[in-house]
């Protein structure tokens, strides 16, 4: 096949933004402040270094650099605790039946995930087999909006950026695809993901007709 596929992790096949919030919140409370899930909603897709850089400004709390890496390590230790009670019942919908749907098309597919935990995390809800690569943040010195973690995606499919195809549900993700010269789905709200090619709510909507589709886009 000409095309192949790059999922993000977090928002597109599992929701770990939930714990990643029950976390972060657990750490904000001891630092005395209020952190709700409209502040969550910063954090989305976005490192775990910068997650914190972000919450410390919500709560306007200076830290030395110790205090913010023990900070790093017990937020980790703290979210494992839900992500080692996952389940393939957390799939989000749509997600199994598109793998299988790729599967059936001959179309291969890789991880590409800002999370350091993705590996584990797709173990846990048995997809990790399913994927040719994973590219996660452990491999990748640039976070999105940077295209490094797509490109290295592209390497791993051995094909050009220009037949990879990207699901995304944060904007940083949308801008990482679409700089890498990748055709970007975004995954959610449309208003919020609208510099992306596409835009489809979840993933039940994307069909077999839908992939077929932009498979031809490419051989012309
Ligand atoms: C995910 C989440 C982010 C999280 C990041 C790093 O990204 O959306 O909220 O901060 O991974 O996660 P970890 O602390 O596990 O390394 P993605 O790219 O899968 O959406
Ligand atoms: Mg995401």
């Not at 299988?100 to 173990?123: C, F, H, M, R, W």
Request: charged share 25%; glycine share 8%; net charge negative.
């Amino acid at each position: 096949n000409k095309i192949g596929v790059i999922f993000d992790l977090d928002g597109v096949i599992v929701d770990t933004a939930k714990y990643h919030f029950l976390a972060w919140k657990e750490l904000a409370d001891d630092l005395g402040f209020e952190f709700t899930e409209v502040h969550n909603e910063l954090l989305k897709g976005v490192s775990r270094v910068r997650s914190l850089e972000i919450l410390l400004d919500i709560g306007n709390v200076k830290l030395s650099e110790d205090k913010k890496q023990q900070f790093l390590i017990s937020k980790n230790e703290e979210y494992l605790k839900y992500i080692t009670k996952m389940g393939p019942e957390e799939i989000l919908p749509g997600a199994s039946e598109l793998l299988d749907t790729l599967d059936e098309l001959g179309i291969q597919y890789v991880l590409g995930s800002a999370s350091k935990n993705a590996p584990l995390i797709l173990k846990q809800v048995n997809l990790f087999e399913r994927f040719v690569g994973i590219v996660d943040g452990n491999s990748v010195s640039k976070a999105k909006p940077d295209p490094e973690v797509f490109l290295i995606g592209a390497k791993k499919l051995n094909l050009q950026p220009e037949q990879c195809i990207v699901f995304e549900d944060a904007i940083a993700g949308v801008e990482a695809a679409n700089t890498a010269n990748m055709i970007s789905i975004g995954i959610g709200d449309k208003k919020i993901l609208h510099k992306a090619d596409y835009n489809f709510t979840d993933l039940t909507g994307i069909t077999s007709s839908f992939i077929k589709a932009l498979i031809e886009t490419k051989e012309k």
